[in-house]
T-cell receptor, first 114, second 109 residues
């Protein structure tokens, strides 16, 4: 138990579906992150929120839409995805960005796009 | 460009010692992290090095040489539960984390 909870753990969707991934952290952190993890590739940073404000959008396609209603919750809205978007999506949190300490990760949402 | 290199896969024997290397080329340096990730689970923090030298934490140690752009993670008295992927990440001058692709460690009895 890392203090970061992601739901759903597994998701299968068609290319025309709309779904959302949810992340919740119980650590009192101010920063939250979405990462994409594909097999044998480095973690790809997608979005960063600090105190609910988006501070990083790493050239992510618009079919991925993040939402951060407060410092404890983070969503990733998915629509019109492509098969190459199939991956493990990891949420993480930390005490701020910059010189902040380590990231705390959730267990991820395994996404399969058919 | 920025780059982190680590071996894709390593195999070791239970009870032995293994060293996982990580070399990096980044725009500046503000610390190096090691994470452990068991299959299907969250990556969890193992160690942080910002100064040269060895940091020891029980069976795990991490070494850093900033002049060589090099780090290693040393695992002693290997146990079956150490079978996992080990991720190296460097924080660059903009405090962005640059990640390696991870090293899958397989422990055999």
């Amino acid at each position: 138990e890392t203090g970061v909870t992601q739901t759903p753990r597994h998701l299968v969707m068609g290319m025309t579906n709309k779904k959302s991934l949810k992340c919740e952290q119980h650590l009192g952190h101010n920063a939250m992150y979405w990462y994409k993890q594909s097999a044998k590739k480095p973690l790809e940073l997608m979005f960063v929120y600090n105190f609910k404000e988006q501070t990083e959008n790493n050239s992510v396609p618009s079919r991925f839409s993040p939402e951060c209603p407060n410092s404890s919750h983070l969503f990733l809205h998915l629509h019109t995805l492509q098969p190459e978007d199939s991956a493990l999506y990891l949420c993480a949190s930390s005490f701020g960005t910059g010189e902040a300490g380590e990231l705390f990760f959730g267990e991820g949402s395994r996404l399969t796009v058919l | 460009g920025q780059n982190i290199d680590q071996p894709t896969e390593m195999t070791a024997t239970e009870g032995a010692i293994v060293q996982i290397n990580c070399t990096y080329q980044t725009s500046g340096f503000n610390g190096l992290f090691w994470y452990q990730q068991h299959a299907g689970e969250a990556p969890t923090f193992l160690s942080y090095n910002v100064l040269d030298g060895l940091e020891e934490k029980g069976r795990f140690s991490s070494f850093l040489s900033r002049s060589k752009g090099y780090s290693y993670l040393l695992l002693k008295e290997l146990q079956m539960k150490d079978s996992a992927s080990y991720l190296c990440a460097v924080r660059d001058s903009n405090y962005q984390l640059i990640w390696g692709a991870g090293t899958k460690l397989i422990i055999k009895p």
